[in-house]
């Protein structure tokens, strides 16, 4: 039977952000001052393709724990993400 304390424990490490999510947001927080191409800078920094990089960044951008760790990075990235989808879909549609 789970006791009080198991369940904070389990709802504890549910709350930690992973070391590879802290360094997903680090790198979003400093890209701004970094010189050169995002891409490479990725394959440098993850071992992993843009494409890739993106799903992770979107899954970090997903998780509570993220927004628990940096709330203010995190609306901003999620508040960016937004405005690229809406100007992506106007130019799809001009309609819109």
Do not use: C
Not at 33 to 39: A, I, N, Q
Not at 71 to 86: F, H, M, Q, S, T
């Amino acid at each position: 039977m789970a006791t009080g304390f198991d369940e904070a424990a389990r709802a504890a490490n549910d709350a930690v952000l992973s070391d590879r999510s802290r360094a997903v947001l680090e790198f979003e927080r400093h890209w701004s001052e970094r010189s050169g191409g995002k891409s490479e800078a990725i394959r440098e920094a993850f071992g992993v393709s843009p494409a890739r990089y993106y799903q992770l960044l979107s899954a970090v951008l997903a998780s509570p724990q993220a927004l628990r760790h940096d709330p203010l990075l995190v609306r901003r990235l999620l508040e960016a993400r937004a405005r690229r989808r809406g100007d992506r879909d106007a130019r799809r549609d001009p309609r819109r």
